[in-house]
């Protein structure tokens, strides 16, 4: 059974700071890894996809890496703005499981300006 | 382009009442997933549907069905209604064909049952 975990469960940080936020899987037969932001009551913004056989992806100020051998993924976010504030969730793409996405519960994060 | 969109945007019903959540997908993408986001809880599969098929659904009971019509749009029909039901319900949609599509999500359909 594939579980995805992600720490922290909640950060908060002073605007500029650079941060990483940590997503783990435990099975590493996927397809893919995305991560999306939520924001309260909302529904979720694609950021990155990164395929099984890539490394990392970048977008502005965003950059993701991925570990499929450790089951592990980062998701950088630089020079941080009140405006990122919102839940960032991680989900990996499961191989055999017609396709169905498992998501991580998320962490929370607060940029204080 | 339009992206995902789902309605109702809100809904209300009774215990033992039946919803049904519709969902237009991205011109183009064939394939469709639902997922149930309830309070403080993360996002569960529900179901996947691609070319008017079923192709996959989730750990839940039969009260929750749904179906694929022939423009690829959705719905999502949620049977004598529990009040653990109450929810955010997420639509996606994505390409068909290769595994490497991102998804795309809709901004979800409150469902309260009181």
Do not use: M
């Amino acid at each position: 059974k594939q579980e995805v975990t992600q720490i922290p469960a909640a950060l908060s940080v002073p605007e500029g700071e650079n941060l990483v936020l940590n997503c783990s899987f435990t099975d590493s037969a996927i397809y893919n890894l995305q991560w999306f932001r939520q924001d309260p009551g909302k529904g979720l913004t694609s950021l990155l996809l990164i395929q099984s056989s890539q490394r990392e992806q970048t977008s502005g100020r965003l950059n993701a890496s991925l570990d499929k051998s450790s089951g592990r993924s980062t998701l950088y976010i630089a020079a941080s703005q009140p405006g990122d504030s919102a839940t960032y969730l991680c989900a990996v793409r499961r191989r055999n499981y017609g396709q169905n996405f498992v998501f991580g519960p998320g962490t929370r994060l607060s940029v204080l300006p | 382009e339009a992206g995902v969109t789902q309605s109702p945007t809100h809904l209300i019903k009774t215990r033992g009442q039946q919803a049904t959540l519709r969902c237009s997908p991205i011109s183009g993408h064939t394939s469709v997933y639902w997922y149930q986001q309830a309070l403080g809880l993360g996002l569960q599969f529900l179901l996947w549907y691609d070319e008017g098929e079923e192709r996959n659904r989730g750990n839940f009971p039969p009260r929750f069905s749904g179906r694929q019509f022939p423009n690829y749009s959705s719905e999502l029909n949620v049977n004598a209604l529990e009040l653990e039901d109450s929810a955010l319900y997420l639509c996606a949609s994505s390409l068909r064909g290769t595994t490497g599509n991102t998804i795309y999500f809709g901004e979800g359909s409150w469902l309260t049952v009181v």
